[in-house]
């Protein structure tokens, strides 16, 4: 069992900067691809940035050249910096953690709001 825990959520005005954090209860981050999603009210959850094996990263049209994710395997730790906030990034973003072996567990965290205001 894995327990991620997100946090560095809160309310910013535009063009403002959040680092979201998300600490794994484990050493997982060799073994899975780690990303961040959101969910704003009334819409479905999307994927925003993920980081893959291998360095890889992708990210959402919306949020490239602003959003960076990146990853601390010896503390467990996956980052969200957020920088050129909109109003639009308004949502409650979730920390992810999905095995790279099939099979295995995909695991969420808890989510932490985020507001941005005009």
């Known amino acids: 069992q894995v327990q991620l825990v997100e946090s560095g959520g809160g309310l910013v005005q535009a063009g403002g900067s959040l680092r979201l954090s998300c600490a794994a209860s484990r050493s997982i981050l060799n073994n899975y691809a780690m990303g961040w999603y959101r969910q704003a009210p009334g819409k479905q959850r999307e994927l925003v940035a993920l980081s893959a094996s291998g360095g890889r990263t992708n990210y959402a049209d919306s949020v490239k050249g602003r959003f960076t994710i990146s990853r601390d395997i010896a503390k467990n730790m996956v980052y969200l910096q957020m920088n050129g906030l909109s109003p639009e990034d308004t949502a409650v973003y979730y920390c992810?953690?999905?095995?790279?072996?099939?099979?295995?567990?995909?695991?969420w965290g808890q989510g932490t709001q985020v507001t941005v205001s005009s």
């Open positions: 992810n953690a999905r095995p790279i072996a099939s099979g295995g567990t995909t695991y």
